[in-house]
């Protein structure tokens, strides 16, 4: 039986971009890049190599500083290095929500017994990008072998 960390991991790092967007809408695929890649191996195989069963938390799709940078939700690349010991080179930006997070995390009782129990993740895991309006793109994921298809809501 594979692992958590296994699952997320192939999950996560086979995310493909996709093609058919509305004008004017662009996305950040972190997954893309090697080095997230390997940030998002070492940070499920860290906190996740496990098959206990976990309380999921859905966030919305993640911001361009934080998941949309690291690959890791709700974590931006310093929470990523000081708060779950996961060295990158993504520089010293800090964002809002993985503050947030990271401080209540710390209040549960760090990390570990957070991850133990708990998967904070995005509905959509890639950061969309729009100059005009807000919009919000939802997948369902009922596996992590089988997308479905996307839902386009306009805020």
């Given at each position: 039986?594979?692992?958590?960390?296994?699952?997320?991991?192939?999950?996560?790092?086979?995310?493909?971009?996709?093609?058919?967007?509305?004008?004017?809408?662009?996305?950040?695929?972190?997954?893309?890049?090697?080095?997230?890649?390997?940030?998002?191996?070492?940070?499920?195989?860290?906190?996740?190599?496990?098959?206990?069963?976990?309380?999921?938390?859905?966030?919305?799709?993640?911001?361009?500083?934080?998941?949309?940078?690291?690959?890791?939700?709700?974590?931006?690349?310093?929470?990523?290095?000081?708060?779950?010991?996961?060295?990158?080179?993504?520089?010293?930006?800090?964002?809002?929500?993985?503050?947030?997070?990271?401080?209540?995390?710390?209040?549960?009782?760090?990390?570990?017994?957070?991850?133990?129990?708990?998967?904070?993740?995005?509905?959509?895991?890639?950061?969309?990008?729009?100059?005009?309006?807000?919009?919000?793109i939802i997948t369902i994921q009922p596996s992590y072998s089988t997308p479905l298809p996307h839902i386009l809501l306009r805020l």
């Open positions: 039986m594979s692992t958590f960390a296994e699952k997320a991991i192939k999950y996560f790092t086979n995310l493909k971009t996709l093609v058919n967007l509305p004008p004017g809408i662009d996305i950040a695929n972190p997954y893309e890049s090697k080095e997230v890649k390997g940030l998002v191996r070492k940070f499920f195989g860290k906190y996740f190599n496990d098959n206990n069963k976990r309380i999921f938390i859905w966030g919305i799709n993640p911001g361009r500083f934080g998941g949309g940078l690291t690959g890791i939700s709700f974590t931006d690349p310093v929470s990523l290095r000081n708060e779950c010991g996961v060295e990158n080179n993504l520089g010293t930006h800090k964002e809002l929500s993985s503050k947030f997070i990271y401080k209540f995390i710390n209040e549960f009782g760090g990390v570990e017994n957070f991850y133990k129990r708990y998967f904070i993740t995005a509905i959509y895991p890639l950061a969309l990008l729009k100059k005009t309006e807000k919009i919000i």
